[in-house]
């Protein structure tokens, strides 16, 4: 079992649809969520953490967080073609900020 | 803020030589920073953690002897690729550990492209 796993899609949505993004992980101890988007031929961006059991909002995206079922979620409002891109999800584990990836979500969205 | 530069963005060598690519952080102290390689439609693969003052830690499967680490200062760390071969023709990446408020966090530098002849 992987440590951290992400559907790889491709997901595809229309333009002013939401978009969500799931992610489950493997070790019950992880503190810290990442959402990292990554366009292509570009490097990854942090979008957003969360380390709170529940939602944490920041303006289109939405994280979610639930450790009792292990499971982080993005979700993008509105979503728009600019937002078509690999979205990364990343555990942080107890390895001096070392950070456990999971192998990306392509979003594509549709006009 | 959390800015991480890279250099060079771009570099076409031949096989057999060396490169060495640098990543900074611009405007934050970075005690780790981390080293990444991106194969064309593949994840992020981690090959090794960089800290400051020390020796870099390896993930296992990558050459230490090939791919040297030097972390010198808290704002600069240096990947050498030695005697570069076409198949470490990929996408490296580097990443500087920093704060955003009071959460760690990884910031990405731009990535450098290498292509081996």
């Known amino acids: 079992q992987k440590e951290v796993e992400q559907n790889s899609g491709p997901l595809s949505v229309p333009e002013g649809a939401i978009a969500s993004l799931n992610c489950t992980y493997s070790?019950?101890?992880?503190?810290?969520f990442f959402w990292y988007r990554q366009y292509s031929g570009k490097s990854p961006e942090l979008i957003m953490f969360?380390?709170?059991?529940g939602d944490k909002e920041d303006g289109r995206f939405t994280a979610q967080l639930n450790k009792a079922s292990q499971y982080v979620s993005l979700l993008i409002r509105d979503s728009q073609p600019s937002d078509s891109a690999t979205y990364l999800c990343a555990v942080s584990s107890n390895q001096g900020g070392k950070l456990i990836f999971g192998q990306g979500t392509e979003l594509s969205v549709k006009p | 803020g959390a800015v991480v530069s890279q250099h060079p963005s771009r570099v076409i060598c031949k096989s057999g030589t060396s490169v060495k690519i640098e990543c900074r952080s611009l405007?934050?102290?970075?005690?780790?920073m981390f080293w990444y390689r991106q194969f064309p439609k593949q994840s992020l693969m981690l090959m090794a953690t960089?800290?400051?003052?020390?020796?870099?830690?390896?993930e296992q499967g990558v050459e230490k002897d090939k791919f040297l680490i030097n972390h010198a200062s808290l704002t600069l760390s240096t990947l050498t690729v030695t005697s570069a071969h076409p198949e470490d023709s990929s996408f490296y990446i580097c990443?500087?550990?920093?704060?955003?408020?009071?959460?760690?966090?990884?910031?990405f530098g731009p990535g450098t492209r290498l292509l081996v002849l």
């Open positions: 070790d019950r101890g992880s503190q810290s």
């Open positions: 960089s800290n400051e003052g020390s020796k870099a830690t390896y």
């Open positions: 990443s500087a550990g920093g704060t955003s408020g009071i959460q760690e966090t990884q910031y």
């Open positions: 969360i380390y709170s059991n």
């Open positions: 405007d934050f102290q970075a005690t780790t």
